[in-house]
């Protein structure tokens, strides 16, 4: 291959500029172009394809830094599926541009808008997404779903696992970049909350992303939460209720992490749901919710008893981590790991694959190693793809939180998950003086100056 194209689609996540670093300095090694296409798949559908050259004279664009956040190719939740009308323009375009492969940053909606363009021009996924769900526990997995209606006549796809147990050795793509600075942000905010909580004796939830994945919650357990809530395991409120008590009497406060996605004892979320512009679900209010039926299982005399002369409404309250989990500055784990997907992503063109996914696998022996699986692997018979979840061995539901084996899943991507450049950037670039003169300086005004586009006709 001569010329290869680049996007990231979806969300985004402090990993996507390292991803697009190490496809391009691949790229380098093998005189091959790479064009980056602005904004995702809705750049391939506008009709001017705006687009700018990663790597004029083979040699990397200053812009391009893999320690900075979000992407220089910017992002967006459009997406094409296999009917869509602009498909053909979409080879036309490509053709036109010489581009001869292209690499699509992103998670499974981003798979589903590749894969009618694979059909007409090699196509490999580098992954990203903070929620850590794009992957398998096992390579069967995805055959394992069942669809069951319901008596108003609504059909639901449902996870059926075969497996009690699970080795990390057979995880199907076993972190995915974005995911490390998110738990990063995540512990980071518990134990800066948690000093608030202790101080005046309250009870906090905060809630953290991940939809129905509940991997972000449960490497929240870094920050030493007392309890962790995740979506996989419905609520039983009685246990939940006396162990907050508990909790409260021994302790004076209780810290609860919770899924954004976590459900009740009925199965269904405790907060609102609203349609993503991407056919995804949005999540909202779960820590609210779980706020009010605490306020109404727990007596106002109980926190009395510690909260003298002050109101109990007072006594808990919430807060949300947001996107801050997905923004800023990538650790060292999720640069370094993006850099080598993106170009095993390259190679994967280069070994003519086409609907693959570059991953990332672990094993005693060799620690964390590059492969890769088909696309369609990740499907179920319908033909969609869900969120890996947490799986059942790595949570320990009487005691709201990470098991052994989860203990033993979370040490590979941690141990050494901040690198001493991290703490050094701390040093020197927060309270630098010329941050208070100098206004921000925005990387897209400089990549506006590099685009081109194809004339109209």
């Known amino acids: 291959m001569k010329r290869i194209g680049i996007l990231t689609a979806?969300?985004?996540t402090p990993a996507l500029n390292a991803t697009i670093n190490g496809a391009v300095e691949r790229a380098n090694q093998h005189n091959?172009?790479?064009?980056?296409?602005?904004?995702?798949?809705?750049?391939?559908?506008?009709?001017?394809?705006?687009?700018?050259?990663?790597?004029?004279?083979?040699?990397?664009i200053p812009e391009l830094d893999p320690c900075s956040g979000g992407t220089i190719l910017g992002s967006s939740r459009t997406y094409?599926?296999?009917?869509?009308?602009?498909?053909?323009?979409?080879?036309?375009?490509?053709e036109k541009l010489g581009i001869e492969g292209l690499i699509c940053i992103g998670g499974d909606g981003t798979i589903n808008g590749m894969q009618p363009i694979s059909e007409f021009i090699p196509c490999v996924?580098?992954?990203?997404?903070?929620?850590?769900d794009l992957g398998l526990?096992?390579?069967?997995?995805?055959?394992?779903?069942?669809?069951?209606?319901?008596?108003?006549?609504?059909?639901?796809?449902i996870l059926n696992p075969s497996r009690a147990r699970i080795r990390r050795e057979e995880i199907i793509n076993y972190a995915t970049p974005g995911y490390a600075t998110a738990v990063y942000v995540v512990a980071q905010s518990i134990q800066r909350i948690r000093t608030t909580a202790e101080s005046h004796r309250r009870i906090v939830i905060i809630e953290v992303m991940g939809r129905q994945s509940g991997y972000i919650?449960?490497?929240?357990?870094?920050?030493?939460?007392?309890?962790?809530?995740?979506?996989?395991?419905?609520?039983?409120?009685?246990?939940?209720?006396?162990?907050?008590?508990e909790l409260y009497e021994l302790q004076n406060h209780v810290?609860?992490?919770?899924?954004?996605?976590?459900?009740?004892?009925?199965?269904?979320?405790?907060?609102?749901?609203?349609?993503?512009l991407d056919g995804n679900i949005k999540y909202n209010g779960a820590a609210e919710a779980l706020k009010i039926i605490l306020e109404r299982r727990i007596d106002a005399d109980f926190i009395r008893t510690v909260r003298r002369?002050?109101?109990?409404?007072?006594?808990?309250?919430?807060?949300?981590?947001?996107?801050?989990?997905?923004?800023?500055?990538?650790?060292?784990?999720?640069?370094?790991?993006?850099?080598?997907?993106g170009g095993n992503a390259v190679d994967l063109l280069l070994d003519r694959q086409s609907n693959s996914i570059s991953t990332l696998q672990w094993s005693k022996e060799h620690g964390f190693t590059l492969s890769s699986v088909d696309a369609n692997k990740l499907r179920d018979q319908w033909g969609e793809i869900h969120p890996r979840l947490v799986h059942s061995s790595m949570y320990d539901d009487e005691r709201y939180c990470v098991s052994d084996f989860g203990i033993e899943y979370l040490r590979p991507i941690f141990s050494n998950a901040i690198g001493h450049d991290d703490v050094e950037h701390l040093r020197q670039d927060i309270f630098n003086r010329r941050n208070l003169a100098d206004r921000y300086q925005s990387v897209n005004v400089d990549i506006s100056k590099r685009i081109r586009r194809l004339p109209l006709e």
């Not at 996924?125 to 850590?132: E, F, G, S, V």
């Not at 995805?142 to 108003?152: G, H, K, L, R, V």
């Open 80 to 94: 094409v599926d296999r009917n869509s009308d602009a498909l053909p323009e979409i080879q036309w375009k490509l």
């Open 255 to 276: 810290v609860i992490v919770a899924g954004e996605g976590v459900v009740g004892e009925d199965g269904q979320p405790l907060g609102d749901l609203a349609p993503g």
């Open 10 to 12: 979806g969300g985004d």
């Open 217 to 245: 919650a449960l490497g929240s357990a870094y920050g030493q939460p007392d309890l962790i809530l995740i979506p996989e395991q419905p609520l039983n409120l009685d246990r939940l209720e006396r162990r907050v008590r």
């Open 125 to 132: 996924l580098a992954p990203k997404t903070i929620d850590n």
């Open 137 to 157: 526990n096992y390579l069967d997995e995805a055959n394992e779903y069942t669809q069951e209606t319901n008596s108003a006549g609504e059909t639901h796809t």
């Open 309 to 341: 002369h002050e109101p109990t409404k007072s006594a808990i309250f919430t807060r949300k981590v947001g996107h801050t989990q997905r923004g800023g500055r990538p650790i060292l784990f999720d640069r370094f790991h993006a850099t080598q997907l």
């Open 32 to 60: 091959i172009e790479v064009y980056g296409f602005l904004r995702g798949y809705a750049g391939l559908v506008e009709a001017t394809i705006p687009h700018l050259r990663l790597n004029p004279l083979f040699t990397s």
